[in-house]
Structures are given as C-alpha cells and as structure tokens.
C-alpha cells in the first residue's frame, strides 16, 4: 500500500514537510483543525483553548488514564486564512524543544478530494532530529521496559 | 524528560564509531585488528567498541580464544528508519481525521 502520509526531512535541514492527500472536501478538512470538539478527537488532546484568529492563541492538554497532565502546548496564530492557510506556533511546555513555527497550508484537489502541507521550521536542525527521533527513541525504550517487566517475572 | 540509557543517535555521532562501523561492516574483526586501522589509544577504541555494544550496534562472537564483532544489520537498519516512527504517528492521525470528518458529514 502506498503512504499516505510523507515526510521530507532533509540532512542538516532545520525544517521538514509533511504532505498527506484526504478523501474529504477541502471544507471538512479545514475543519477538522478549528473546531475543538472533532480536534480533541483525531489528535487524541484536550483543547484547553483555541482561538481562530490573527493574534489568537491555543492551549493543548493531554491525561493519562490516572487524570495526570502528561502533554502541555501551547502557541499563537499568525494567520488564519479560512480553506487557505494556518501560521501558527507551538511549543511544548516543560520539554527542552523550543518553539516551532508550523505554516499549514490546505488545498482543494477534486470536489471530494483535498491535501494537506505542513512546512514545519524548528530552532536548530539539532532539534527537528530530536523531535524526529522522540517517537523511536519512546519505542525502544518501551521494547526495553517490557523485556525489563518480562525479566522482573522471571525471577 | 527521557533518558536513554544507551543512545543509539549518539553512537552514531561520533566520527570513530562511524569509522568502526564502516570497517566491521565488510568484515567481523578483533578488537586489536579494529584498533590497528586507527591511530588512536587502545583503551579509547574498546571503549568505542564498548558502547557500540551496548547500542546493539555491533555484536561479539567468540571464536577460538577470540572475539569478533560483527555489525548488527538489523539494529542498523533500524537507525536507518528512524523517521518511519515519526512518520507513522502523524499518518495515525490523519487517519482518524479523515474517519471522524466522514461520519461528521454523514451527521
């Protein structure tokens, strides 16, 4: 199957794009990132705030089963062009991974088809290859704990 | 936030380790056959080796009276794909959003 979803990280780039083509009107693709209620659904986040606007801000939460705050973001919007394009900040509270500048740009392909371009710009390309890696870096260290939990058994 | 114990990108970083894995990949060797292609310190390259070890980058194997590190072709193309898991997330998503956006429609 091919990917839907691609990533262009280039070497000692402190940027990357990611691209992705939706079987949705480019309306409810645009959508799905303004209105709080479908975002807390596909980002799995609460939406603390979210204001759609030139100078508006945003504020992202996500808890963990036991109601701990796990994730914290927040940003600013730039711009809020409707069915165009989104500038916007983010930044993770509490992690050592700077500020972001995300530059969402949405675009009409079919009358039923639309695709999504998020140019993302990161502090240094030390970061974006930190961010990058987090996913992987979580998903050996799960490996790991799970062999340490299977080995704690053995005893 | 995290703290890995053995940082796989870290191993990587470095210009000797990267020189090591190069000259392992053609071929397993000892840790003096290793040593010999470099012009730094013993004690310096075994410590290298040792953290390439414990990176699961390299893996040893006695033979005889000696040990031979190998490349570990499947840790190494882990490195490789590094992005897919990152990639793999967003995909996730935008999965979701396209479900959720097509039931939202059909509301």
Redesign the interface.
Known sequence: MELKTKINAEDGKQNLVITREFDLPLELLFKAFTVPEIIEQWMGTKVLKLESKKHGSWQFETSDAKGNVVFKANGTIHEFSPNRKITRTFEMENAPFGVQLELLEFEKLTDDTSMINMHIIYESGALRDQMLKLPFAQGINMAHNRLEDIAKKLK | ??N?RR???QAIADPTRRAILLLVATQAMTAGAIASNFDTARPTVSKHLQILTECELLKQEQSGREIHYHINAKKMK?VAE??????????D??????T???N??SK
């Open positions: 936030m995290m890995l940082d796989v990108f882990e590094f992005i897919e898991p990152f990639r793999k997330i967003w995909d998503r935008f999965n979701l959003l396209e959720v956006m097509k939202y429609k």
